[in-house]
């Protein structure tokens, strides 16, 4: 006996009216969701929207579009080897020497004190970042080391040498810029995109919400031309109850999407990046200039040398 009127206590707890008013509500909408993809419900029965709500709607358009636009392109930042060459390859090999190291290592500090041979651990690989300003650089060692093995007098190796020290200051430009880009411009024009912009979205979904709910009461009334006085008056109730609260929600909305369109971080983001990339582009044109000075010495010198040669 205590658990049913336990149980009935559960129940009675429950509105059923407000529950019901919901999902009537809920089909109403979907009804006239239906008949207006129909095209059974004329363009004059429907209510129009404020002219200011339908500009802001607009531009917050535009402006989700510019963000996920821009970002489709800038979010290559995310990953170091965006401009890396023969990446797969380096990258299956690279895979392959961290198992063999780790396999190596977790054989040695497991099979000591066993019957079985411990082999010596091997120190990791120093960290190869994988970016063009860095493959350069290392392909100009690789150069002067093979030039050097053969000869001392080799007249490539000092320019290579300068053009290899050059690549070596742009690569960890490179990794500053791309750090910077991701704190300062991506996370940021990120948040901007999945908050701001998709509350005043979803601001705007609740406003359609509500405008469908009116329109659907509009229909019901009509319909109860013919209806008892109770009826029609339940119905004018709840078609006023619509329309406060589609005002409050149009109000609510254009608040929101104007605050989207007048927030600055998006300039200032963009600002981040473009500052990142000038470092970047500064640090490069400085290191190459002064190479090319010295290549340039170094090139004349050799010329000279070799029309020298020919005249005798």
Do not use: C
Request: charged fraction near 25%.
């Amino acid at each position: 006996m205590e658990n049913w009127n336990r149980l009935s206590s559960s129940f009675s707890s429950i509105n059923i009216g407000q529950s019901a008013s919901k999902l009537a509500r809920g089909i109403q909408v979907n009804v006239q969701v239906a008949k207006e993809r129909l095209g059974q419900v004329g363009q004059d029965e429907l209510t129009e929207l404020p002219p200011e709500y339908k500009e802001l709607e607009a531009r917050v358009d535009a402006l989700r579009a510019a963000h996920v636009s821009f970002l489709k392109i800038a979010k290559v930042y995310q990953f170091e080897t965006y401009d890396y060459p023969t990446q797969i390859q380096e990258s299956i090999a690279d895979f392959s020497t961290t198992v063999g190291t780790t396999v190596t290592n977790f054989a040695a500090a497991n099979l000591q004190g066993t019957n079985l041979p411990a082999p010596a651990p091997v120190q990791p690989k120093p960290i190869q970042h994988k970016t063009l300003p860095h493959a350069l650089y290392r392909a100009s060692l690789t150069a002067v080391t093979d030039l050097s093995a053969a000869s001392k007098d080799d007249k490539l190796t000092p320019a290579l040498t300068a053009y290899g020290a050059a690549w070596e200051k742009i690569a960890a430009a490179r990794l500053q810029q791309d750090e910077a880009i991701r704190s300062e411009f991506l996370q940021p024009w990120q948040q901007t995109l999945s908050t701001n912009i998709s509350v005043a979205i979803k601001a705007r979904q609740a406003v359609r919400t509500s405008r469908l709910e009116l329109d659907a009461a509009k229909q019901i009334i009509h319909s109860l031309k013919s209806a008892g006085p109770a009826k029609q008056e339940a119905a004018r109730i709840e078609v006023e109850n619509a329309e406060d609260d589609l005002v409050q929600k149009t109000e609510v909305a254009i608040q929101l999407m104007k605050t989207v369109l007048d927030n600055p971080e998006p300039i200032k983001n963009l600002n981040e990046l473009i500052k990142a990339q000038l470092v970047f582009h500064a640090t490069t044109a400085e290191a190459l200039s002064a190479a090319q000075g010295e290549i340039e010495e170094l090139s004349v010198s050799a010329e000279a040398s070799f029309r020298k040669s020919r005249d005798h």
